[in-house]
């Protein structure tokens, strides 16, 4: 029996680099494919010498071309922070857009299973709350944050169109807030932003009043489920996010607790579309994954203290 491969595109960014070392332990072939527009070499540096790796710098914007069989493709490749996306609007929708087209047009030639690494922004603003998978969605789309929004909601569609049309083997996870090592210190997400400012001692900076609130997950749990969903015959949307929902002024006081920082809370002005609320219903994921979180938040932030040090440290 031949070994598996699966090709993971966005495979240096944070969340691709977890799933290469996952994917290998479970005894795949991997192939990573990044631009290093957002990824880091660095978060792959430790799978160079792994004759099971190989990585491809590539923009999967244009056409993706991979020798021999796949298995299995995750599209994960795209900006997914708000400071990344509002920076590079147009190569946010490219790669939502084209770049599934082509990762689709890959899965459809090697006859492959895709999984599309979609988000709960697909949700907007939400109505609803929590949020379940048959939620359309509260979305501004000519709104800054839009770019990011119906670039995933897209690329959703599209999947759905391959699988429809074209018999496509397609599974879509629909991610919460996620953290834990390889994260970027100035991407602009609410979890490195506050652990960088309360380790060099400088305020923490709240938007609005702070009483918005997310739903954050170790990124552990996440890999846990992209893998099974992965591993499933279920076609349509699949939450996989933490529902343990907390505002973000009571987040901002727990980094300050569990980094022993001495900072302050500061509050500014809250930007434009920013959602009011966030927590996945997960019972989809229960109940055709067996999946829930296995850590709770404490425990997590506990995990990802070690790598912030180190990486403040080293800044």
């Given at each position: 029996?031949?070994?598996?491969?699966?090709l993971?595109?966005?495979?240096?960014?944070?969340?691709?680099?977890?799933?290469?070392?996952?994917?290998?332990?479970e005894?795949y072939?991997?192939i990573?494919?990044?631009?290093?527009?957002?990824?880091?070499a660095?978060?792959?540096?430790?799978l160079?010498?792994n004759?099971?790796f190989e990585?491809?710098?590539?923009?999967?914007?244009?056409?993706?071309?991979v020798?021999?069989e796949?298995?299995?493709?995750l599209h994960?490749?795209?900006p997914?922070?708000?400071v990344?996306?509002?920076?590079?609007?147009?190569?946010?929708?490219?790669?939502?857009s084209?770049?599934?087209h082509?990762?689709?047009?890959l899965a459809?030639?090697k006859?492959a299973?895709?999984l599309?690494?979609?988000?709960?922004?697909?949700?907007?603003?939400?109505?609803t709350h929590p949020q379940?998978?048959?939620y359309w969605?509260?979305v501004?789309?000519?709104?800054?944050?839009?770019?990011?929004?119906?670039a995933?909601?897209f690329?959703?569609?599209?999947a759905m169109?391959?699988?429809?049309?074209?018999?496509i083997?397609?599974?879509i996870?629909r991610?919460?807030n996620?953290?834990?090592a390889?994260?970027?210190l100035?991407?602009g997400?609410?979890?490195?932003?506050?652990?960088?400012?309360?380790l060099?001692?400088?305020p923490?900076?709240?938007?609005?009043?702070?009483?918005?609130?997310?739903s954050?997950m170790?990124?552990?749990?996440?890999?846990?489920?992209?893998?099974?969903?992965s591993q499933?015959?279920?076609v349509e949307?699949v939450?996989?996010?933490?529902?343990?929902?907390?505002?973000?002024?009571?987040?901002?006081?727990?980094i300050?607790?569990?980094?022993?920082?001495d900072?302050?809370?500061?509050?500014e002005?809250l930007?434009?579309?920013?959602?009011?609320i966030?927590?996945?219903?997960i019972?989809?994921a229960?109940e055709i994954l067996?999946?829930?979180?296995t850590y709770?938040r404490?425990?997590?932030?506990?995990?990802?203290?070690?790598y912030f040090?180190?990486?403040v440290?080293?800044?």
């Amino acid at each position: 029996m031949s070994t598996k491969r699966v090709l993971i595109t966005g495979g240096a960014g944070f969340l691709g680099s977890h799933l290469c070392d996952r994917y290998l332990d479970e005894g795949y072939k991997v192939i990573c494919m990044d631009n290093l527009l957002t990824g880091s070499a660095e978060n792959i540096s430790h799978l160079m010498g792994n004759e099971d790796f190989e990585f491809i710098k590539h923009d999967v914007t244009n056409f993706i071309h991979v020798q021999g069989e796949l298995d299995l493709i995750l599209h994960f490749a795209s900006p997914a922070s708000p400071v990344d996306y509002l920076e590079m609007p147009i190569q946010t929708l490219k790669v939502g857009s084209l770049g599934t087209h082509k990762a689709l047009g890959l899965a459809k030639e090697k006859d492959a299973r895709f999984l599309l690494a979609s988000t709960s922004e697909v949700y907007g603003d939400p109505l609803t709350h929590p949020q379940k998978e048959n939620y359309w969605g509260n979305v501004n789309p000519i709104g800054h944050r839009g770019v990011y929004d119906e670039a995933k909601r897209f690329a959703e569609a599209m999947a759905m169109a391959y699988h429809r049309y074209h018999g496509i083997e397609t599974r879509i996870v629909r991610i919460f807030n996620t953290y834990g090592a390889r994260m970027r210190l100035h991407d602009g997400r609410a979890l490195p932003t506050f652990m960088r400012q309360a380790l060099n001692d400088k305020p923490l900076t709240v938007y609005g009043d702070g009483s918005q609130t997310r739903s954050f997950m170790y990124v552990d749990d996440l890999v846990e489920g992209v893998w099974r969903l992965s591993q499933s015959d279920y076609v349509e949307p699949v939450n996989i996010g933490n529902p343990e929902e907390i505002t973000i002024l009571e987040f901002a006081k727990e980094i300050i607790e569990i980094t022993g920082s001495d900072s302050d809370i500061i509050f500014e002005e809250l930007p434009k579309d920013d959602p009011q609320i966030r927590q996945p219903d997960i019972n989809k994921a229960k109940e055709i994954l067996d999946w829930e979180p296995t850590y709770d938040r404490t425990e997590g932030l506990s995990l990802a203290l070690e790598y912030f040090r180190k990486k403040v440290l080293d800044s």
